[in-house]
Structures are given as structure tokens and as C-alpha cells.
């Protein structure tokens, strides 16, 4: 069932707490903006989209953080780490929920999922002890459905990178049932497939900060209908 607010309503620098504005994740203008405003997040899907660099895995990680998961991936009772690499923006933030029921929590990354196999094999009585043995794509799509369970607060980055163009699209289907459901989901992304997601609010990072955008402005899309229509001209570019 859809709701007109999501479990988090808005993400915004805690009161009191001090900034090192030098910082190199300080200096990302989209960072900059959420410092200096906050970031009202919607119900439903919202995508955050934006070329390398723009902010996107700096941003998603700090709600992950903000929101006590692990930056890695997982839910709020994982407990492992690799190479520390995230900045620590979200231990400054303080998310403002919405009152209510429990709420059911995950976050899934791209890069780090195998780490993620890896711990869940190894919890006592564990359950998710095939994730390894099915290639990334199924792996990663088994775990969502897993742990992305109707009404709740979810987290991805870049989920695109292990699927193909069909699995892509398994994906979008599960991110419209989820929205059905009641979940609030948050995708890094640079696919255009995943943001032609009806009904999704689309959240473009650059040197302008944060702002709202529509499937047919994106940039990503744009490049992408050029290339497919003439791609001898991109390729020629690159000689």
C-alpha cells in the first residue's frame, strides 16, 4: 500500500555539530547543498543521478550511516568492514523519521556484494549461504528479494553494474512492486532503464548542487538515444 510519507522524511546536518568545509566530500557541490539545506526525500522510488564524482555513493552512503546500516552493505546488524573508503558525513546528519510502525532496513551496493556473501554465510545459522555460487547479477538480485520486504527504508548503489539489459528490467519491475507496497527506495544510478521508472523522483547531482529532473532532461538519457542512434560518430570521436 502506498503512503504519502516514507519511513524517512528528511535527511539534514545535525544541530551543533562542525563541518570541516575543506574537506574534499565538503567541496562536492551536491554535498555542499545537502550541508547547507537538508534533503526533503520523498515516498516511493527516488533516483539520484550524475556523472563521477558528482556525489552520488557519498550521498547514499551517508544516509546508510545516518540511518545506522552499514556503509558496506547490509542491514543495521552488520557488522564487518573492508577498507574504510566512505567519508564520515553521515555520522553527521540527523535523519528525521516518520512516526509509526517498525521499520524493516537494507542497503545493497554493487562493488562490496561479495564481501556482503561472505559475512552472511558465515553468521551463525546462516541462511544465505548460496549467494557465492550464483553468478553476480543472480546473486544480486536473490539477496534484494530477500531483504527488501514491503514497507520500509532501502538503500542502493549502482545496482545496475552486475545485470544485464533483462535482469535490468527484473529490476525495475521489483522497484514498482516495492513502491506498490509501501517501501521507500533510494538508487544511485547512471542507469536511464532504472529511471524510467513511472512516477519516480529523479534527483540530478552536479555543480548546480541537488535539483529535480525529468526522465526526458537527464543527461544520461540524452547521451545514451545520440550514441545508440549514431555510434560510428562516438567511436570516431575517441581516435
Known sequence: MR????????VELDAGVEVDRAAWWARIPAIAALLEHGLNLPAGVTFLVG????????????????????PEGGSKGA??????????????LKV?????????????RAETMHGLYTYLEHLPGAIDTD???????????ELLDR?????????MDEPEAPLSFTSTLGLLARLEALRDDGAQVIVATHSPLLTALPGATILELGAHGIRRATWDDLEIVAHWRRFLDRP????RALR
Open 147 to 155: 531483504k527488501f520486504d514491503g514497507y520500509g527504508f532501502y538503500l
Open 79 to 92: 557488522r564487518y568492514s573492508s577498507r574504510v573508503t566512505e567519508s564520515p558525513l553521515g555520522e553527521l
Open 51 to 70: 556523472e563521477n564524482g558528482s556525489g552520488k555513493s557519498t550521498l547514499i552512503e551517508a544516509l546508510a550511516v545516518a540511518h545506522g546500516l552499514n
Open 3 to 10: 503512503t504519502d510519507f516514507g519511513p524517512v522524511r528528511r
Open 96 to 108: 528525521v523519521r516518520t512516526p509509526g510502525r517498525r521499520v524493516n532496513a537494507y542497503f545493497l
Open 232 to 235: 560510428d560518430a562516438y567511436l
Open 131 to 141: 549467494l557465492h555460487d550464483r553468478s553476480h547479477g543472480e546473486g544480486f538480485l
